[in-house]
């Protein structure tokens, strides 16, 4: 059974004791948290929910992988922007005979994260529900002027991605195929890594034009920044970099890989790697005739194709 309210805030409150930083000058245990951000800065914020049965299964997701999970959604979101993140809040909904042990190993995830990244829990809310709905809200910063939007890919500009696409999708088809996956900690499905060293090196050489994280696929989350920018892409199926175990349609649409995509202009020089990630050209942007949106794929032997959005899509009807 989880404990009663004011023992679970305490409970957490302690755990989330280690994840202390010189921001948050109060925290957990006031009506607000107090957070100083760094003079000439702008604050980013971005919030996140994961459901039970939505964005994970209990029987597929150990407690720690779910509350790492949840973190990673949030400081991804941060990296995309090519900010630096502040503070973290949580809001969870608990069914009240949700076992203890299953909480305290699901903090235990989001707060190892937190550590790593030097984002302390600074607050949020519990509430009794049918399913865990965990609401995470995280808190940034980027240098006045420097975040980096979906509105400014520009036609001539280079598409550019992180890492491997299509990692995580793979084990989740395994999982729905019913197969046993083994929860290892350099899955990138049960343990992304938000890539903010990476967003911030990119910001620092004042490199991208526009950046967006891959939580939805390659073929919804590209088409934002075409539709945010009113431009279209062309991107190469022989430049896609595909994970061990993926093929090309979990790599454009698969989703959950938290990569980096961005648009640099064509004279950027960019290293084979950054911040141990490597670095993947897999197309151009070019002009849009009405509204932008629209992402071409070419085939290995050239033949042209439009992309059309398949990964995920909250409400769409299938």
Known sequence: MVLAERKLIARIRHMAETGRS???????????????????????????????????RRRWHPARSIGHRCLVRGLSDIAAMAGEPL?????????????????????????????KFKVPLAGGDTSTADKIVADILVLGYTPAGAAVLRSGARPGDRIYVTGELGGSAAVLKQLYAGKKVTAARSSRHFYPLPRLQAARWLREKKIPSAMIDLSD??????????????????????????????????????????????????????????????????????????GGGLIHIFGESGQRRVLRPAGWQHFRQI
């Open 22 to 56: 010189t921001a948050l000058l109060r925290g957990i245990g006031n009506d607000c948290a107090i957070i100083s951000p760094p003079r000439g800065s702008e604050l980013l914020v971005t919030t996140d929910l994961c459901i039970e049965d939505v964005h994970f």
């Open 87 to 115: 503070a973290c809040f949580l809001s969870l909904g608990l069914p009240a005979k949700l076992p203890q042990a299953w909480v305290d190993e699901f903090m235990r995830g989001l707060l190892r994260l937190a550590t």
């Open 217 to 290: 696929g390659v073929s919804v989350d590209l088409g934002h920044i075409c539709e945010e920018s009113k431009v279209s892409a062309a991107i190469y199926e022989a430049n896609i970099p595909m994970s061990r175990g993926a093929d090309l349609q979990l790599a454009l649409h698969g989703g959950e890989d938290y990569e980096l995509l961005f648009t640099a202009p064509a004279l950027a020089k960019l290293p084979p790697k950054i911040a141990g990630a490597p670095i993947t050209l897999i197309g151009e942007i070019h002009s849009a005739r009405s």
